[in-house]
């Protein structure tokens, strides 16, 4: 592995945190209050071409590679990891899975405007009963010959009420089981589409996360995705993709807990000296920046494998899962680097806190990142 980043890389990097830094940052306490979804930041952010990043150029693409993805993704998500989330999505899952899989037709009619961020996308494969267990898709689309019916609900979908486009597993021939699941392309306004409540939230409160409802719904054959029963496939390969972006949200959120409980420890003084000198805050430093920074090396090799066109199931796996508990830990202790202050909300860190926890939940639980690194180890 050779972590040494290019100076395209770099500036990649340094864009983001400048954006962040100068654009999400000064709404984001009263995004989160409010639960707004942050329009106007997502469409600077698709303007500076974050949407749509490693899309090949000849799509309306970036045509970056994975790390630089990564390094982009933690400096959103040091500030706003609801933004984060939505660009996770739009480039993990959506983008990467139709460029990956989808026809001529279908990338061009919606991966060019997908990759600018013209319209947003969403992946739906939760249901109110199958979260972990994605094989149990009670959504159905019945064959019709030239188009498929659509009926069901998902849950927890991420820019539920924001897309246009929505990425949809729904089980075909229930004897095949997992087998017999499609992937359809469902365009928002379909007749028998509605977009349901938006829960409200712990954590990552300005993302838009939506259930909704599919009621006969007509879909034509050329939505699909792959061929006939593709669909569980693709959604498992795209996940593996996806851990990469949720590793780095995770270790974005830990990261910038970690600089902001850094600045209050070696301002705020307590028996006659900063608090970064007494050992209890000082080890709980050391603490923080080691485990960010093994975070990070397991996200970079995580993208460095995919960009090579190497096996990275497995270091995705390991990132999404240590990144996610490093961000859980960082967070909880920068809070209490913070003391009383760390509970107040202009602080950030509480926030921080509260968006962390969903990293160990959502595109695979922690407990099923164990499961795919064991099988991995397992082989």
């Not at 993805?69 to 040091?78: D, F, G, H, N």
């Amino acid at each position: 592995m050779n972590f040494n980043f290019t100076e395209e890389q770099l500036a990649v990097k340094e864009a983001a945190r400048e954006f962040a830094q100068s654009e999400l940052l000064p709404g984001v306490i009263d995004r989160d209050n409010s639960q707004t979804f942050p329009k106007e930041e997502i469409k600077k952010m698709a303007d500076l071409g974050f949407l749509g990043m490693m899309v090949d150029p000849k799509y309306n693409g970036g045509g970056m590679d994975t790390v630089s993805y990564v390094l982009a993704m933690e400096e959103i998500s040091k500030v706003d990891a609801s933004c984060a989330v939505v660009m996770s999505v739009n480039n993990s899952l959506v983008c990467w899975g139709l460029e990956k899989y989808g026809t001529e037709d279908q990338k061009e009619k919606y991966l060019k405007r997908l990759a600018t961020g013209e319209i947003l996308g969403a992946f739906c494969l939760s249901e109110p009963e199958a979260g972990s267990d994605a094989t149990s898709q009670h959504t159905t689309a019945e064959d019709k010959g030239d188009h498929y019916l659509l009926n069901g609900t998902k849950n927890w979908i991420t820019n539920g009420n924001s897309a246009s486009i929505y990425l949809v597993m729904a089980q075909t021939n229930p004897e095949k089981r997992h087998n017999g699941i499609n992937c359809l392309i469902v365009e928002r306004g379909m007749e028998g589409f509605v977009v349901g409540k938006k829960e409200d939230k712990l954590g990552i409160r300005g993302s838009d996360t939506h259930s909704l409802m599919f009621t006969d719904v007509k879909v034509p054959k050329e939505n699909r995705i792959g061929e006939d029963g593709f669909g569980f496939k693709f959604a498992m390969q795209v996940l593996n993709g996806g851990r990469i972006g949720i590793a780095s949200q995770a270790l974005g959120i830990a990261s910038g807990a970690y600089e902001l409980a850094l600045k209050y420890s070696k301002e705020r003084k307590a028996f006659g000296k900063e608090i970064s000198q007494h050992q209890g805050i000082s080890f709980k430093l050391a603490d923080m920046a080691t485990n960010i920074d093994a975070a990070r090396l397991l996200c970079i090799q995580a993208a460095q494998l995919k960009d090579q066109g190497k096996g990275f199931v497995k270091a995705a796996a390991m990132a999404k899962l240590f990144a996610s508990k490093t961000a859980m830990d960082t967070t909880i202790e920068a809070v209490q680097v913070h003391g009383g202050y760390g509970f107040v909300k202009e602080f950030h860190v509480e926030r921080m806190m509260r968006d962390a926890k969903i990293t160990q939940i959502y595109e695979g639980t922690s407990e099923i990142q164990k499961l795919v690194i064991a099988r991995e180890l397992l082989k």
